[in-house]
């Protein structure tokens, strides 16, 4: 067997998340089409490092990918490249260890982007327009509620019936907001892992805060685990896997 690791990017707008799913476009899916056509078979395995959701993009995505033959890695990202949806783009591949666990890293990055300018359909695919006014104070008020370890099993899509398959305490290191223009801002979160929906639910919540729709008591109290869940949840659009670290 032959052990790979490989960097992408991708503009998750057009896509249907990272996982491979059958009829639709995914990150995953495209870049073994582009595996198939390339080495003509279809003896190999990829794993993604994070399952980005739809319409949430990546800079520095990392994919394990074992195969049964051997390739010569350093030129055949161009090959990839030339024939994958113009979405995606292959930015490295370097061999690995057998043992190298791709999920089993030290830190992920996201940031979610948000803007109080004027509606601009030319950046509608990176950024969530916010209909209110920033209050800077008030998110960092609600954002570091959620720093630290907690059940965030209120601030994630899963259902009750998957909470025995999953650990749902999560420990959330850094939360940032980074104001890059008095209209534009990006708030970035860093943990060893999130669980589904975590962020954008994290976000929806805090924009319902900063225009006056809910309480810090409701957060707090959501995020006890006798809470009820927050039905907030803010758009795919503004969400963008910034960097892994191993």
Not at 33 to 62: E, P, Y
Not at 163 to 183: G, M, P, Q, V
Request: contains cysteine.
């Amino acid at each position: 067997m032959n052990y790979y690791l490989l960097t992408i990017s991708y503009d998750g707008s057009e896509l249907h998340g990272w996982a491979k799913q059958n009829n639709l476009l995914t990150a995953q899916g495209e870049l073994e089409k582009s595996f198939v056509a390339i080495f003509k078979s279809n003896l190999f395995h990829t794993l993604g490092a994070s399952k980005t959701d739809a319409g949430v993009h990546a800079r520095n995505q990392k994919v394990f990918l074992q195969t049964e033959f051997r390739f010569n890695h350093r030129l055949i990202a161009r090959d990839i490249n030339s024939r994958i949806n113009k979405n995606i783009f292959v930015k490295s591949i370097v061999e690995i260890s057998p043992d190298f666990l791709v999920r089993n890293c030290k830190q992920k990055t996201y940031r979610y982007y948000l803007s109080t300018n004027e509606y601009d359909p030319l950046k509608r695919r990176y950024y969530h327009f916010l209909k209110f006014e920033f209050n800077k104070f008030k998110f960092e008020e609600s954002l570091k509620l959620f720093v630290g370890l907690h059940d965030f099993r209120n601030f994630s899509g899963l259902k009750k019936n998957e909470y025995d398959n999953y650990n749902l305490e999560r420990k959330i290191d850094h939360i940032n907001i980074i104001s890059e223009d008095d209209n534009n801002h990006y708030i970035e979160f860093k943990a060893k892992g999130f669980l589904r929906y975590q962020i954008r639910k994290i976000i929806g919540t805090c924009i319902a805060y900063n225009n006056n729709t809910i309480t810090l008591e409701d957060i707090k109290k959501s995020l006890s685990i006798n809470g009820e869940k927050m039905k907030f949840i803010a758009d795919p659009s503004g969400l963008l896997l910034y960097d892994i670290i191993y």
